[in-house]
């Protein structure tokens, strides 16, 4: 099916540059535009490309100022990524959602089953298990005893989430991830042995969170590990038990949260941080990639990078310097033999 | 069911402070705790809320001294998190263990049954595989041929234990994690391609090891990778082929263990902490989160901080002048002009 | 089956020094060989146990020079470890493929189905995939709609492909790993809310690629996550969106690599290394473990160490003065001290 630019700008509530009538018909990355493609351009790494694209239409933010010609229909909007997205959802709104309960599936009775759920091959769902309604659970999923699954939520195959765990309305959760494990909680003992703290808490997990694959989840030792709604946790990403984590924060690649510490709203927590256990870290707060946050943080969106994680602007300054550490020793030995000289010619 | 403050006590070895016959039903954390529930302190950073919690009881160590006036009953015991630790484990023993073959698993005819086993749906045992007494396989569990499982261990749902590797008693292992995948050998070869080095050996993970989530453990090129009695291993953690993690040492979440390195007893090796491979770690190190473990740790209970690890009393020191690096600069400048001034008014 | 050191020398093209007739029937390492086995010394770290090894045939690199005598008879070659993956591999072809379909999987009926394959129980694959002759596909495993594996692949247990993606010939992906999960993009809306974007792009894996276990590969935006010939993945290593591996380069395990980043042919990104989304690195770079590459490489052959990830012998010199940070501290004070002196004496 094709649009034109014009159909396509309406739609957007943008403004049209260039020719409305030009028609597309398939979605591009801009480095890789062919003709009949409609792409985006919001990352300014990229605006080299426009000028080359062979794309018919190209997205972009309001403000964006050409510095050459640019042979593209150009539609501007508020936001070009923003836009783009809502154009792949519309394009990916054509495929239909997966339907009915395979036969070789395992269900137990006890569990209550929603209208029009999804339920793939050698998936199991456990004892007194409520999943609601449009609910997918793709192939070899794992539904403990006690679990509940809201309405619109995707599990892709492979996710396990175990017994009394709780998820929320139209969350997406990606394959191979571990929901309700164990938290890691030993006492040790007087033979350097270590006892088993037995973990009866569970994890919730609100609405509209989603969560990348091989990701673990623990559960809490008592009461709950919450993940708070619109939460985006992404692959390999560790969360210790009785963490909080709160609305909205995104928690990129390979973090690991430690246990009990809780993470205000509207944070941005970069791959491969690490987070202490037993702290705060207030809303709105940034951490650099591979930063170890030791201690909390009380500042509203505070911007830290490091391990340890201290204020980015103190922290570059201070890795200026470490690159000339040898520079800066040189200098020393330096002024130690002028001083010296000094010091023989002049005092002694 | 209810309990007495003063039965508890007498199953905790407790001395009983307040009123010996108040009641509990439920166990709560202190800052949440509830009338009729039972709650520990034993983490310092919790002790504020020991004067505000509404549970009943406390349990509290031998030695806490209270600020201010608590009104929950005390019971006062050797080790507050341990005692806990004793009271969720009997809480817990109420649930019942998982028994009976599920039909739609599949087991290979060779492979020999304990007494009393619990294999869910889905789940399959491989030729010649020896499965202990008592032992809980959950759904869509994988055991490769000629697997050894000792009695009363747990495999949580979707564990894969690949070809001939050997797990003993009283082991836990959670959801995702894979045991006996191929260790990570490559020859090069003059085209910069590479030829793949068969691993034929397997993973020994011995008595009463717990494993996390989503954590994977590689099996030895030549004879075993080996995990030693009463380790505990966390999420997401990578054990490279060959690798010996010596006894009740304690591996915590997304730490990395190289090739053929060997790791004492009693260690503690925090998260994120990458280990390197071909070295060895002397008994009762520490280290800690996000170091980079270089080089061999000869000294007996070292501890040891920074990517590469050295002395944590070293390491924070240099770590303090970090973030002093911009006044050390200034410092030196001033210095460099100073003596640049006395040289020209006095040397010149 | 018994062979004597002749008649390995002959097909390891090496040169005998020792007695040719001795025989062995068994592999093992040196620092366990054991009479009637061959072993191998190629890391010069273990050449200590050369001196005592029981083993009967040792394969030593041509130029290894003996510091005392040795007792096993000695097999030149021209790389150690490359002959001894040689013989490794020998040893592991006695080891029969797993054949046959097995009754409790499920292949969707548009699928396509090469000759003398093996899928494994409760393995699923989707409609229209494409499965090539003698693939593997062990239990457990989830092949989604459209995917299409090559010739000779093997899928542990439990590996996941999601949707459209493609896997060439003689790929070994290991137990866990997931393959095609979206990619974690997410635009930012007024409300501080998150509003998916849609991946609708796929993974390509080209031929002769081996991943380890729990790793995840995210599926582009638009077009292809890429990873080309001969590249070896590690264990749960996080390979984002759009991200383009390049030939035969090696990812250690728990490295991350971040959204549409390309990686040049025969790098080495050692474990745990992060690499920041939107750059590109050259061929042949290589990476110390735990860095973080943040900008893009330009030079081929860099090798980079740290976090930032800056040149390595750049990095070296100032991370031998870090740990004297306390030094030159002190030397900066004292400078001081006596500048002060002077003055007062001098100058004042």
């Known amino acids: 099916m094709k649009y034109t630019a014009g159909e396509i700008g309406k739609f957007l509530n943008g403004v049209i540059e260039g020719n409305p009538e030009v028609e597309v018909n398939s979605i591009s990355k801009i480095e890789e535009g ?18 080359k694209t062979k794309a018919s239409i190209v997205i972009v933010n309001k403000d964006f100022e050409a510095e050459k010609e640019i042979s593209s229909t150009l539609i501007r909007v508020d936001d070009a990524y923003n836009s783009f997205a809502s154009l792949l959802e519309l394009y990916n709104k054509n495929k239909e959602a997966k339907k009915g309960i395979a036969k070789n599936s395992f269900i137990e009775k006890s569990a209550k089953k929603g209208k029009n759920i999804y339920v793939g091959h050698f998936a199991y769902i456990g004892e007194n298990a409520k999943i609601g309604n449009n609910v997918q659970i793709y192939p070899q999923v794992y539904i403990g005893n006690n679990v509940t699954i809201e309405d619109n939520t995707i599990l892709y195959a492979g996710v396990k989430v175990f ?22 909680g030993f006492a040790a003992k007087s033979n350097k042995d270590y006892k088993k703290v037995p973990q009866i808490g569970n994890v919730i997990i609100e609405d509209n969170v989603e969560i990348g ?17 619109g939460v985006k946790i992404d692959n390999l990403v560790q969360i210790a038990h009785n963490v909080e984590i709160g609305e909205n924060s995104v928690i990129v690649a390979q973090v690991g949260v430690a246990g009990s510490t809780r993470i205000g709203k509207n944070c941005i927590i970069a791959g491969q941080v690490g987070v202490n256990g037993h702290i705060t870290v207030a809303d709105g707060v940034m951490v650099g990639a591979q930063s170890g946050v030791t201690s ?24 200026i310097l470490f690159k000339k550490l040898p520079e800066l020793q040189k200098e020393i030995s330096r002024l130690n033999k002028m001083l010296d000289k000094l010091k023989k010619q002049y005092i002694d």
């Not at 673990?216 to 709604?229: F, H, M, P, V």
């Not at 009380?298 to 201070?318: N, W, Y």
């Open 296 to 319: 909390s943080v009380k500042k509203e969106g505070s911007v830290l990078l490091g391990s340890p994680a201290i204020d980015l602007s103190i922290q570059r300054r201070s890795l």
């Open 213 to 229: 694959a091989n990701t673990s989840i623990d559960r809490a030792t008592l009461g709950s590990t919450i993940i708070r709604k």
């Open 163 to 184: 017994a009394n765990c709780k998820i929320g309305k139209d969350c997406i959760i990606h394959g191979g991830t571990v929901i309700g494990s164990d938290g890691f």
């Open 34 to 51: 062919t003709e009949g493609s409609i792409s985006f351009l919001a990352n300014p790494k990229y605006s080299k490309y426009i000028y």
